[in-house]
Structures are given as C-alpha cells and as structure tokens.
C-alpha cells in the first residue's frame, strides 16, 4: 500500500516529487526537544535481546574516529525480530528521531555502522538458520545469515570442496557489511565484486518489511540493497554463489620502477588472460628502504643473488601482485603456465618473488598481519583509508601528481592499485563506478598514531588525503570514492551523479522516513521539524 503511493507520487514528478523530498530531507535542527530513550523501546515486547546497557562496543568502528553511544542494541535471533523493531520505529512516523543501523563487524572506516541516540542491530548475533549448502547441480550455493563472517563460510565451503568466488581482502568482515559496499578485491576482474556473486537476498526494508529478491523476484530492491551503503533495507540472508575450491595457491609478486610499463601489464593481464590468472592486485612503494627483505618472510626470490643487490630507497615502485590457484596434480602444468606469462611481463627481473601457499593462508592474509598488530597494540589506531576508484584516462594524471608530489612515503600503510574492468559487472546495483569500463582501485589504507605530531600522526594524515581529494576534484579526473564518505547532501548528490534520482526514487520507495544506516549521513533521519522549505527547494533546483 505504502510502496504503491510512493510510486505514484514519483510519477507525479516534479513538483510532488520534490515536496516529499523535503519531507524526506526534514532535519531537526534542534533534536533535544525529543527523549533520547523513547518509552515505547522499553515498554514494546521482543522475541530478540533488546539491550539498554553495556552499548559502547557498538559505538565505535575499525575506523575508531567516531564515538556516537547507541539508545540500545537488538541481538537478533530472526528476520522478524529485526522487522519488528523496524516496524516499530517506522509507525512512530514523525514523532521519533530513532534511527537505526546493522552493525556487521564494525569495520566501517567513518562512523558508518553507528546510530548516535538510536538502535544498532547487532547482525553477528542472528545465526540461525546456519549454512544451508546446495551443492546438486552446476550452480552451488550457500545460504547464509548476513551476520555471518566471510571466513566462517570459506572453512565451512572447504568442507564440501567448495568457495566462494569473489572476495575482500580480509575475511573477518560480515556478508551483509560488504554487500553493502561492493566487496572489491583481486578476483574482481574475472568474477565482478561480490554484489556480483550473489543470487538471492532477503531484505527487511525501512518500513519493516520482509521481502525476498532476486534478479527475478522485486528486483528493483535486489539492486538498491547491493551496494546500497544500508539505505534501503537491511540484509538478513543470503545466497552466496559458489566454485570447486583449489588446494594451493601460486603467489607472485615483482616490481616495477616504470609506471607505464607496471598498468600496460596490469591491463593486459586482466583483459586478455582472463584464465590465465586468478587474482590480481598491485601497490605503490614510496620511499621504503630494505622492501625485498620484509617479503623474504613469505616469499622466495626466483634470483637470491640479483634479489640481495636490489635497492629501493628513495624510489618510487610498482609491485604487481599476482595469484593462480592449482590442485596438486596439476602442479607441472601450472609452472609452466606461469613462466610462460611471466616471461611476457617487463617488471624488474631481480624482483621477482614466488610463494606457493594453501588456498586458505592466501585468502586469510591479512588476519597474519592483523595478529601481528594485535601482539603489539597496533590493530586499534584511527584508521584514516581513502579509496578511490580512478578511471583509466585519468589514471597517469593521477599517479603522476599523487605518488610523485603528494604522498612522501607508504610507511603508516599500504597503497593498492589495480584495475578492473566492469563491462561484465552486474548492472543497475547501488555501487557507484567511474564511467569508463577499466578504473583503478586506489586504496589508501594508512594508520595513525593519536599521540604524534609527526607524518604518522592524525593530522598529517588527513592533510594528505585532503590534498589528494582536492586535487581529483580540482583536476576533474571523474574519479568516484569507493567506501564513501560525505558530510553534506550536495556532497552525496555529486558523488551519486546520474544515479541521484534512482537513489531518491528507492529511499522513498523503502526507507522513506531515513531511519537506515544514518551512519552514511546521506539524508538525515525524517521527523516533525520541517525544515525551512526555502532552502531545500533551493538545493534541490540546483
Ligand atoms: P559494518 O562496518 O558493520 O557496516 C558497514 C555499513 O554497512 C554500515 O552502514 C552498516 O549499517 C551497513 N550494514 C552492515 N550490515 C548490513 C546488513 N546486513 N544490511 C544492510 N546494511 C548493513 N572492502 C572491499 O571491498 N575490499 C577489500 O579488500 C576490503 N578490505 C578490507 C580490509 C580491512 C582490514 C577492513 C577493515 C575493511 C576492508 N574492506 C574492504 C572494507 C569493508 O568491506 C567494509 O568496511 C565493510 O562494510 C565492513 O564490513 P562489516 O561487516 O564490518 O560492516
């Protein structure tokens, strides 16, 4: 009945179009004429664990930026548990300033998984109904919770000799947190994102909804949800598509000195070799003394001799990083497929690095470096990421400026870079990309020590990236944030560009009073205060 008025509302565009976009956009200037811990959330009977004590956990993200407390916390055992306290939310209309967020893993880098004075749905907490495994036919899958890490999943997958296809760098986040966003990494150019790899979610929409998608069933909402930042509903299952999993795992990495040379192979081997690789990333070293040493751990240089007498201070290098997976018999055909493709790449031949790794240590990584962090109280600073997808007319314009005058060294973290092509991406998801088919991820993952006033410290950090930001935005490189993170609507309309009338058009049809993720500070949280309409009718005639 709602959604149906919705639509006919935005058939009636523009005038009563932009009318219910002020009331979408109304903000309260002054919110403390409202209770903070609304009556009702105390009073209204739950089937999950509604929590008003022990909240700060939830009150701060991987990012540790942010400290916005929580009203309470849902630990959710079903789908109907969330839509209840959703429902609820919704039909105290304008009344409410509640807003409420899923928390996946909390590693959102700017706040994103926070509901300052609302409720945070805690979604590690709902597990059942567990993995359900469909492995009959050419198309297995898993159905999972969104609450479920992408690492529990691989281990269970590996049971039944199956994986997932695509993946993030890091696994201990949660299905339902990278959907979200995209889940972008190496495998991404064969495989497309994780959006890409899905073929079912169940979604409890902004008005307490309870819908199933699919391509073929509501897929307007299928797509809003993927790469939706949360903004229309929240994910609570999924159907993951799954792939015969490998044992093992070639890993290689080289460098480049030559930028040209370093995204020429890059591209070739992402168009061209599709099968013959699967996964591929890079990283920018700047400035990084003794580098060969520090993979010596993991990696065997192909050439000792030549390796030991490699130097890299004071330069600027392009390490491309490479993965093929193989089963065991298939060992000599492997090697001789990879020198083969090796043998056409013009990367340094000192630097050459090959590591041959189960197919588990190569996916779970990160999770060594994290425990190394970990042992020395390094895995809690700010992190301060900037990620930016950087089409690929632009991207020597890019470099040229960015690694060679604004970023001094990668010491507080690494910089990744590599391409992907999105002509067999999924189309008509949320997730906002460069125009052009081939973009470059561009990741800058730094840390900060709070207490330094130095180049590691917080500020240092964040000139730099705003002079990176302010650079893309001067040169207009077209360049789009991944992970994105604005502080005004105009800031969002420009980001979502063409796409801003289809993000308006689903906020209203599915979350219309914007309670969703306010984390993402898109469209602030609708109630009775009605904003001055002037000025909203200004912003949105711009
Ligand atoms: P949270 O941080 O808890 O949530 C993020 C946002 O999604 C919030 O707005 C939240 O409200 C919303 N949300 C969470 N769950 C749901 C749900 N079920 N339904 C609807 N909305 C929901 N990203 C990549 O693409 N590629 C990478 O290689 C990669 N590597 C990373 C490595 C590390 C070490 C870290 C910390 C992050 C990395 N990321 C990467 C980013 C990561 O994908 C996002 O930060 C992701 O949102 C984190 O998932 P989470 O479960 O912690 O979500």
């Known amino acids: ?15 009563v179009f932009k009318i219910a976009l002020l009331f979408l956009l109304g903000i309260t200037t002054n919110r403390n004429h409202l209770p903070t811990n609304p009556p009702s959330l105390y009073t209204m009977p739950f089937f999950g664990n509604l929590s008003f004590h022990n909240i700060n956990h939830a009150s701060k993200d991987f990012g540790n930026r942010y400290h916005l407390i929580p009203t309470a916390i849902l630990y959710p055992n079903s789908t109907s548990n969330i839509a209840h306290i959703i429902k609820h939310v919704f039909n105290l209309g304008l009344t409410s300033h509640l807003t409420v967020a899923a928390r996946g893993h909390g590693h959102s880098l700017e706040g994103q998984s926070l509901a ?41 997958s590996l049971k039944r000799g199956l994986s997932p296809k695509s993946w993030t760098d890091y696994l201990h986040l949660t299905v339902g947190g990278t959907l979200s966003n995209a889940g972008i990494s190496g495998q991404a150019f064969r495989h497309g994102p994780q959006i890409n790899n899905v073929y079912r979610l169940r979604v409890v929409t902004g008005r307490g909804d309870v819908v199933t998608c699919s391509d073929e069933q509501n897929a307007d ?73 520090s993979w010596r751990s993991s990696f065997n240089p192909k050439d000792p001799v030549q390796a030991e007498q490699f130097t890299s201070e004071g330069r600027v290098l392009f390490c491309l990083e490479l993965a093929k997976y193989f089963n065991l018999e298939d060992v000599g055909e492997i090697e001789r497929e990879v020198d083969s493709l090796l043998s056409e790449l013009s990367f340094i031949r000192s630097t050459l690095f090959v590591s041959e790794v189960s197919y588990v240590d190569f996916l779970d990584r990160v999770h060594v470096s994290e425990m190394k962090l970990r042992e020395n109280n390094l895995w809690d600073m700010p992190h301060l990421w900037l990620n930016l997808l950087v089409p690929r007319s632009s991207i020597y314009g890019f470099a040229k400026q960015v690694f060679h005058n604004i970023v001094e060294d990668t010491s507080n973290g690494p910089v990744l870079i590599y391409p992907v092509d999105k002509s067999r991406w999924k189309n008509g998801t949320s997730l906002v990309t460069p125009e052009e088919d081939v973009f470059y991820l561009v990741a800058f993952l730094s840390s900060a020590v709070p207490s330094s006033a130095g ?31 604005y502080n005004t609507t105009q800031e969002w309309r420009e980001h979502f560009g063409a796409k801003w009338e289809i993000f308006l058009r689903r906020k209203m049809l599915y979350d219309p009073l914007a309670i969703l993720a306010p984390g993402q500070r898109i469209i602030p949280r609708a109630n009775a205060k009605i904003p001055s309409s002037k000025n909203n009718l200004k912003e949105l005639n711009k």
């Open 116 to 156: 300052p004075d609302g409720v945070v749905i805690h979604m590690e907490s709902y597990k059942s109904p567990g993995m359900a495994f469909h492995t009959g036919d050419h198309y297995p899958y898993v159905d999972v919770s969104a609450g479920e890490l992408w690492i529990n999943i691989l281990h269970e």
């Open 221 to 293: 909402l299928f797509n809003a949800a993927l790469g939706g930042l949360g903004q229309f509903g929240i994910i609570t299952e999924a159907r993951i598509a799954l792939e015969p999993a490998p044992a093992k795992v070639k890993w290689i990495r080289a460098l480049y000195s030559d930028f040209t040379a370093f995204t020429n192979d890059q591209e070739r081997l992402i168009s061209s070799s599709r099968d013959a690789l699967d996964y591929l990333e890079g990283f920018v070293v700047i400035n990084r003394t003794r580098l060969l040493n």
């Open 455 to 485: 180049k590691d410290g917080l500020d240092a950090i964040l000139t730099r990236n705003r002079r990176i930001v302010k650079f893309i935005s001067e040169s207009n490189l077209r360049v789009k944030q991944y992970l994105p993170h």
């Open 1 to 15: 009945m709602f959604i149906s008025q919705a639509n006919i509302l935005f058939k009636l565009k523009p005038l």
